[in-house]
């Protein structure tokens, strides 16, 4: 009866969110296969501790947490660890017509992992900067500070262009 | 609050203001500007981000966990022993599967016949992304390619890629990632297709044609214009 509930609850977690996580796991491995085997490996590895899982209203972050680890266990063979060390400006290189969708496709991916990570969290998950330091691990401050960065690196590629033109 | 704090929390999160942050946006002009601009970054970040999910995969998510199901110690070393016995049989049966591969590239391509009369993702320079996500470069160019579609198959997704050889004759090449096979080659002739499959990249490819003889034509373009990565 247990286990019947427990495969009910995972089904419907699957059904829920294994977009978003191949969304996140996309722009972590920035491959499309390496994304669909990630989200496999994290799904498997849940439902094997799924025991564990204590409250099933934290079930996203849970996922989120295992597929990181998964993600630097299989492919990066290391944590993907935020340093909070205070990190250089950021800056992108400037592309002849940005603000099209595959010239900002492409600023995103140009972003160091430490910054993408924290954006992507935030902006498809909704996740509040607590909530995505908790994730990461990390101090909120250190994640307010490279979501910061990484929105000024970007708008000052997107946005200037604009301004001049305007 | 000042100016500065402002820019620095909208810049932080833009979706969750603190109050105060809200009351200086409603009593300053420069501000609410920069707000906008920001809200307008932020949508086109979100449309960029939001790639699209192979189709079906919540589904193979879920079968897999059906095949995974948890079992106790002793039933574990059970289904050990069941998986053990099976597996010997197996390697004594392979040998007899050996157009495995192939035959289920023309299944593939004979349940998706819209690929050869659509045309949809027939950007070169997406197929030469693919190509290289999945382990090929492309030294020239295949032909024009036609259709390009992120398809289900038994151990994730693979590529169904359409093109047109610079002789004008349609072929199919079908990107299967994580399997990967033991032979040099395999060839298979089901229904009037023909397919040759061969090891490459981050599994094998397929080619599939109507006829043996553009088969063979095509199987050595792609040897000659794409280099594999071991």
Not at chain 2, 210 to 229: C, F, H, I
Request: charged share 25%.
């Amino acid at each position: 009866m247990i286990f019947n509930l427990q495969s009910r609850q995972f089904d419907q977690t699957a059904r829920a969110y294994s977009a978003d996580l191949y969304r996140y796991a996309y722009w972590l491995a920035r491959d499309r296969f390496v994304a669909e085997e990630l989200v496999q490996e994290t799904f498997a590895r849940a439902w094997k501790n799924w025991d564990s899982l204590e409250d099933f209203a934290a079930v996203k972050p849970w996922l989120i947490t295992i597929l990181r680890n998964e993600h630097a266990r299989l492919y990066e063979r290391k944590r993907l660890d935020i340093s909070d060390d205070d990190p250089q400006e950021l800056e992108l290189p400037s592309h002849d017509r940005p603000g099209a969708h595959l010239e900002l496709e492409q600023l995103v991916e140009e972003l160091p992992p430490a910054y993408r990570e924290p954006l992507v969290l935030q902006v498809l998950g909704g996740y509040e900067c607590k909530e995505i330091a908790e994730m990461l691990g990390t101090t909120e401050g250190a994640v307010m500070t490279r979501l910061t960065r990484a929105r000024q690196a970007l708008r000052a590629v997107i946005s200037e262009p604009a301004r001049a033109r305007s | 609050m000042n100016c500065l704090e402002f820019r620095r929390d909208k810049l932080a999160d833009p979706r969750h203001l603190p109050p105060e942050a809200i009351a200086h946006m409603n009593d300053c002009a420069a501000c609410r500007t920069f707000a906008a601009e920001v809200d307008e970054n932020e949508a086109r970040l979100a449309a960029v981000l939001d790639v699209p999910v192979p189709e079906g995969l919540a589904e193979r998510v879920i079968l897999r966990r059906k095949t995974q199901t948890r079992l106790s110690p002793r039933l574990g070393m059970l289904a050990a022993s069941l998986v053990l016995t099976f597996a010997l049989g197996f390697l004594q049966w392979r040998d007899v599967g050996s157009q495995e591969y192939a035959r289920l590239a023309i299944e593939h391509v004979m349940h998706e016949p819209e690929s050869f009369t659509s045309t949809r993702l027939a950007d070169p320079q997406l197929f030469r992304n693919v190509m290289h996500n999945f382990g090929g470069e492309l030294q020239a160019s295949l032909g024009k390619v036609r259709y390009m579609k992120l398809c289900p198959v038994p151990e994730g997704t693979g590529w169904h890629i359409v093109f047109e050889t610079e002789q004008g004759e349609l072929a199919t090449l079908i990107l299967i990632p994580a399997k990967r096979m033991q032979a040099q080659s395999e060839q298979a002739t089901v229904g009037g297709w023909t397919a040759l499959a061969r090891p490459g990249g981050q599994g094998y490819y397929a080619v599939i044609t109507q006829s043996p003889d553009t088969l063979g034509k095509v199987d050595e373009l792609v040897r000659q214009r794409v280099r594999w990565r071991s």
